[in-house]
């Protein structure tokens, strides 16, 4: 059966990321622009936020930082956009990201975003990366509720957009959250490798393996 939509995963897939909410320098950044909590309590109501949801469940971190600096509305998003411009050392397209999706939609396929991520950062990065209307539909998980590798998050994706999961294949740099995500909500996976790809010992086989974004097109193509 042809592919008619596809589906990717963002951070390590289609764009480069690193953060660092580890160091001294960051947490002092953000006593200095008034973030009057602590790493630890930062952590602890993560920790608790989390308690509260089922297996696979995704927090939200505007309910954190709602509790932890008592903002609302704009000013709760404007928090949550200086928290990740804190901790933020790198983000940028991979090489041919931006020339691949343009393909893709040039021959006709329909291209979604189904990606584990916070939408209070990841809304604005889209818009910074020339991404935001990339798309046919965007699923992040902390607006699901759910996160990957979880069957219900795609379930979910697939209900919101109207997809039949034998008509997607799913592009991911991930063994478990993607590869084994796509195979347990009945998808086909193209895996790619990259810095931020994760290791493990038993990881489930795709059913195509790309080395770049380049390569990936040019299998896309013989499935669409």
Known sequence: MKVKNILFDLYGTLADIRTDEESPAFWARLAEGGAAFTREQYLARCREEAAKLPEAGEIDLLRVFSVLTGKKGEALSAFARFFREASLVRLRLFPYAAELLAALRAAGARLFLFSNAQACFTREELRLLGLEHCFDGILLSSEAGVK??????????????GLAAEECVYVGNDFMDDVGGAHGAGMRCLYLQTE?????????????????????QEILFTLI
């Open 196 to 216: 931020q790809s994760g290791e493990y010992p038993d990881p489930p086989t795709p059913d195509f393996q790309a080395r770049d974004l380049k390569d990936a």
């Open 148 to 161: 990957k590798p979880s069957r219900a998050f795609f379930e979910h994706g697939f209900r919101l957009f």
